[in-house]
């Protein structure tokens, strides 16, 4: 199963309202859906909505060389070099007209105890002057109807007499309508531990988890014949009872749930009792709780005018869509009216905290107890630190078993516990996706993996970049590593003997997609200078530096990109003059996606779009519809559902699961080729065939699938080349498709539908098409016909994209400190056909360093010495320096692709993976040590060397 | 407790500013962020770790970098600042970055950029320094590392940032010599 979450927060689609008209307001916003009785408008910062609001030149247009689809630079980089107003964080009520210029400011008091019942709260020390304007508690919010939506759970603001769920647990808003007392107050009342007040310490009862899975697998007599028992072809496991889990019984009736524990079954007996010649390894890995730190610390800036029945809400989010969608719906939930709502989703940064995170809500709570006035709600490092979404810590224990005279696989038995704190979020999600990593790179012909997401007192965890599969990876990673030693192999050998080759089947019985190249990643790692004389090099060292201690470490993981829900709108436009707009629903949040998708636009324009405009929720031309979970949708109603060629599964998702190059670019491209065939071919051909005798082209053979885009410039089988704006113009005058708007649908497979378009019938992988003639006006939607959805089951096939990556770590040991001084490192990746090199180059090094941290230097404690009691900050959680990742002694290689024909594949989680094992293999090399329990600190090394 | 104000008059990227009211206690940050509207000097973690948050205070013996999240903002009285928003030079509606945040765009040193006026700051003075104080070109990595160090990016790694440093030292004249 991929990404989603049990209690589901609902698309953003607006079922009924798929007739609404659409139309632009004077003031330039588009009218989305309406949902829940309130119509939705949405105006992203830098869009031409927004700049119709006030001046903007964020976004400015890529620069780029006609040899070649390339810009020279980001097309948000001007603004973001200048510290101009980006961030939702940049923006105060003065920036947005229309709002009134005051800006009020919230605070929250959280709970730090949650071991006893919360009691009130007493503002006293804050003297006369600095008291709030406004308290909110949950007696106000039960009375007004305020509650989170049904995804972030319950007490949203913690009731009197009730314990806290968990660390931070907020309990009072304070809004102060100016700053300065604002900021004082908060001073006054941050680390005060009288403020919040409790009652007797009481007893609190185990929580039950919120999610436990299971994974069977027993494989055929080769990796490709039919398994025995799978998740795809037969079924995951859940148990009947989750707080001591109680998993089905095997029964004498073949059911599907039986046979698998049976299949269980079997897998336990082989590992209790192997046969002589099997090495059954047996460890427990450990990792830490972790803050993504994002450096845009969690804000929001919402105003709701009770006059005009409107919120207006100013955003920092990877899921705008969800958002839109949710905050409807919990206004309208209340007593306070609304008929309109207006989002501006603004660039961020988040690495997965800042995804179905709840600081909108309670931004658009500040909004609602503001009193007419706009309230921000920005909190500062340690308030981040109190309450940002926090990568899961996980507790494994891992058991595998290996032929000692092939070193090949056997079974792989895991139980993986992720710490997923007092909120759900998507912690069970998590805990699947994780489990079902857990193998690798490898085949294994037998695995039982339970997957539990267990709730704590812990602070939130959430969609942290890895999502799980850092943890589970690294793990196997360095478990691998000491097999190899214990069967005295190499340990790039033993893992070439054991990798997953193409069309072998993963853990849940699913082949992966494409060619799986990781085999070609591990030799070049062998054949590499570091590793070939990593031996003689750390005598040398070692001699030469009789303090330290010299190892190499190798790491390689292939990691799944997606969610098995993934859903896009893309709407591209050719003006008469060639002007190329681009429209997406992507966010960007640092990683270049608003670069890369107007890049891929050249492979059909010849050129980069002109423009690009991300965050985009409102899709007028387009209005599908849907509502269904598409995770646990039964197939008879995913059939029933798509015969209406309006409904599809997702309408978009967020900016998240290493997403936007490939599924994204996948609608943005599909897009783009039907502007291509339906405009600008036919323009073309009009152009070549024109004069007596059918033109230059009468003579030739020319056949749309030999156009090529020449520097800028379109030709075929020897037609004169020409230029878009030609193009362009040819299209606007005949009335060719000038203009489409394309959503896609992914559930490890492509959806697909024909769609007949100026009387040619193509089956295309897309599940929703309109186009614009000419100048227009308006779209036609073009109705689809003989849809293909991927069978529901699919959503058991856990993942099928992957892309591998490997480390190799150089470091020193530091034997009196216990300190790890990495030499240098060197990565090599395969993601298939990049856009834009520097931004892949980009996010190795940044994912490298950020796994660094995860490896040496970050942790935090889970519960009341950890950050939930709001002391924390970077003076005692270590982000990586560049002193800390070899800044200048790195290196990195990214396999050629397949041919040109590859598609460009998601990595901006897996490239911060590898690394983890690698280091802590590479410490082993150094001093003989394997450490299971991360950060490996100095502390922890000190005390090895010291025994 | 009234909160006290005294009012505060400094020069900020070439321009009088105040007399303004300012409390006594708030830092730089704030009051450029809160009563100026100048937001592009980052909050990042508000103790002076990060120096996401970082401007230029100019004097004269040179410019130097000043965290403006634990700097009040009354210590900056009669003083003069430059921050991001007042490098790039402006020219009616043209807008002519510097060569640091010309070579931060062509070496896509940034991926968020949250962090980036903090780094622009940083290899501002840095270069500013080397301008009166040369120094040899062996010694550019190190030289460097040593004075952007203090600066925590997220995204990058660092590594495309150091080398748009390196890069615009060793390619503006009278910054290096050789050796």
Partial sequence: ?947 | MTIPTRPLSLTINGKAVGPIDVPDGLMMVDFLHEYLNLTGSRFGCGIGVCHACTVILDGPDGSEEIRSCITGAHFFAGKSIRTVEGLASRQGGVIAITPVQQSYLDHYSFQCGYCTPGFVVGATVLLERLACAPIPRSRVESVVSEAMERHICRCTGYVRYYEAVKDTILSTPGLTVEG
Avoid at chain 1, 218 to 234: E, F, R, V
Avoid at chain 1, 369 to 390: I, M, S, W
Avoid at chain 1, 787 to 805: E, H, I, K, M, W
């Fill in chain 1, 1 to 947: 199963m991929g990404r989603h979450v049990h209690s589901r927060a609902r698309q953003a689609a607006g079922a009924a309202s798929a007739a609404d008209d659409v139309s632009l307001s004077r003031r330039g916003f588009l009218k989305a859906a309406t949902i829940a009785g309130v119509t939705v408008w949405i105006a992203p910062l830098g869009s031409p909505a927004h700049a119709a609001l006030f001046e903007d030149r964020n976004l400015t247009a890529p620069d780029w060389r006609a040899s070649g689809a390339f810009t020279r630079y980001r097309i948000d980089g001007r603004a973001k070099v200048t510290g101009a107003k980006v961030f939702a964080r940049d923006i105060r009520a003065v920036d947005m007209p229309g709002w009134p210029p005051r800006q009020s400011h919230a605070m929250f008091l959280r709970a730090t105890r949650a071991d006893r019942p919360y009691q009130g709260f007493d503002l006293g020390l804050l003297g006369p002057d600095l008291q709030p304007d406004r308290v909110v508690t949950a007696e106000d919010l039960a009375r007004d109807g305020v509650a989170f939506p049904a995804f972030y759970g319950d007490d949203m603001l913690l009731p009197a007499g009730k314990v806290p769920a968990y660390l931070g647990h907020a309990v009072a808003m304070l809004i102060f309508h100016d700053f300065a007392r604002y900021r004082y107050a908060r001073d006054r009342l941050q680390f005060d531990p009288d403020v919040v007040r409790y009652g007797k310490p009481a007893a609190v009862p185990d929580r039950e988890p919120w999610g436990i899975f299971r994974y069977v697998r027993i494989g055929g007599a080769t990796p490709y014949d039919d398994d025995a028992y799978s998740s795809l072809k037969d079924s995951p496991l859940f148990p009947t009872e989750k707080k001591t889990p109680v998993w089905p019984r095997i029964s004498a009736e073949d059911s599907v749930d039986s046979r698998g524990m049976r299949a269980a079954g079997q897998i336990a007996r082989e590992l209790d009792s192997p046969p002589d010649h099997w090495l059954v390894l047996e460890r427990r890995y450990r990792t830490q709780s972790v803050d993504t730190a994002a450096l845009e610390p969690d804000n929001a800036n919402c105003w709701y005018d009770p006059r005009d029945q409107a919120l207006h809400m100013v955003l920092a989010t990877q899921s705008p869509q969800e958002v839109a969608g949710e905050a409807a719906r919990m206004v309208a939930a209340s007593r306070f009216p609304l008929r309109r709502l207006f989002i501006h989703p603004c660039y961020t940064v988040g690495y997965g905290s800042k995804d179905h995170c709840n600081v909108p809500y309670y931004g658009l709570a500040a909004a609602l107890y503001g009193e007419g006035r706009p309230v921000r709600f920005a909190v500062d490092r340690y308030e981040h630190f109190q309450t940002a979404l926090k990568r899961h810590s996980f507790d494994m224990r891992y058991r595998i078993a290996v032929d000692k005279r092939s070193g090949l696989f056997q079974s792989f038995r895991g139980d993986l516990v992720g710490n997923a704190g007092g909120r759900a979020n998507f912690s069970p999600s998590v805990a699947m996706v994780a489990a079902t990593a857990a193998q690798s790179v490898y085949y294994f012909p037998k695995n039982d993996f339970i997957a539990t997401a267990a709730a704590t007192r812990a602070v939130d965890a959430g969609s942290a970049r890895g999502y799980g599969t850092l943890q589970s990876m690294a793990a196997t990673e360095m478990m691998v590593d000491e097999i190899a030693a214990l069967l005295g192999l190499d340990p790039i050998e033993l893992r070439l003997r054991n990798v997953l080759k193409s069309g072998m089947k993963n853990t849940q019985g699913a082949i992966p997609a494409g060619a799986v190249r990781a085999d070609e990643v591990m030799a070049r790692a062998r054949r590499h200078p570091l590793w070939i004389a990593r031996a003689k090099k750390k005598a040398e060292f070692d001699a030469a530096h009789p303090d330290r201690s010299y190892g190499v470490g190798f790491g390689c993981v292939q990691k799944d990109f997606g969610t098995g829900g993934e859903a896009a709108f893309v709407r591209i436009e050719l003006g008469p003059d060639g002007r190329l707009v681009l429209h997406h629903t992507g966010v960007e949040i640092g990683t270049g996606t608003s670069t890369s998708q107007a890049v891929m636009c050249a492979g059909w324009f010849g050129r980069p779009a002109d423009e690009v405009r991300t965050a985009v929720i409102d899709w007028p031309e387009l209005p599908m519809v849907g509502e269904a979970d598409t995770y646990t949708i039964l197939q008879e109603e995913q059939d029933r559902l798509a015969a209406d060629p309006m409904w599809t599964p997702v309408h978009a998702s967020p900016s998240s699961a290493s997403n936007s190059v490939y599924f994204f670019g996948h609608a943005t491209r599909e897009t783009a080729r039907v502007v291509f065939e339906h405009g600008l071919w036919p323009a073309a051909m009009d152009i070549w065939s024109r004069g007596i005798g059918g033109g230059q082209a009468a003579s030739y053979v020319v056949r749309r699938e030999d156009a090529r885009w020449v520097e800028g410039r379109l030709t075929a089988n020897g037609m004169q080349p020409l230029p878009l704006d030609a193009l362009a113009a040819r299209a606007h005058e005949k009335g060719y498709v000038t203009a489409a708007v394309g959503h896609t649908f992914n559930r490890w497979q492509w959806a697909q539908a024909d769609f007949a378009v100026g009387g040619q019938t193509v089956r295309r992988p897309l599940d929703g098409l309109a186009v614009r003639h000419g100048k227009g006006p308006g779209y036609d939607i073009i109705r689809r016909a003989n849809v293909f959805y991927p069978p529901a089951q699919r959503n058991n096939a856990g993942v099928t994209y992957y892309s591998a990556n490997a480390a190799l770590v150089e470091l020193a040991v530091h034997l009196s400190s216990g300190k790890v001084e990495l030499l240098s490192h060197h990565s090599i990746m395969e993601c298939g056909n990049q856009v834009v090199p520097q931004l892949v180059s980009g996010q190795l090094q940044g994912g490298v360093a950020m796994g660094i941290g995860h490896a040496l230097h970050e942790y935090l404690p889970l519960y009341e010495d950890g950050p939930g009691n709001g002391t924390w900050n970077f003076n005692r959680y270590h982000l990586p320096r560049a002193s800390d990742v070899a800044v200048w002694n790195q290196s990195g290689e990214i396999l050629p692709p397949l041919s040109e024909t590859d598609p460009p594949k998601g990595i901006a989680e897996v490239v911060m993976i590898p690394v983890v094992a690698a280091i802590v293999n590479g410490i082993a090399h150094a001093i003989g040590h394997r450490f299971t329990e991360l950060p490996v600190t100095a502390d922890k090394i000190q005390e090895v060397l010291g025994a």
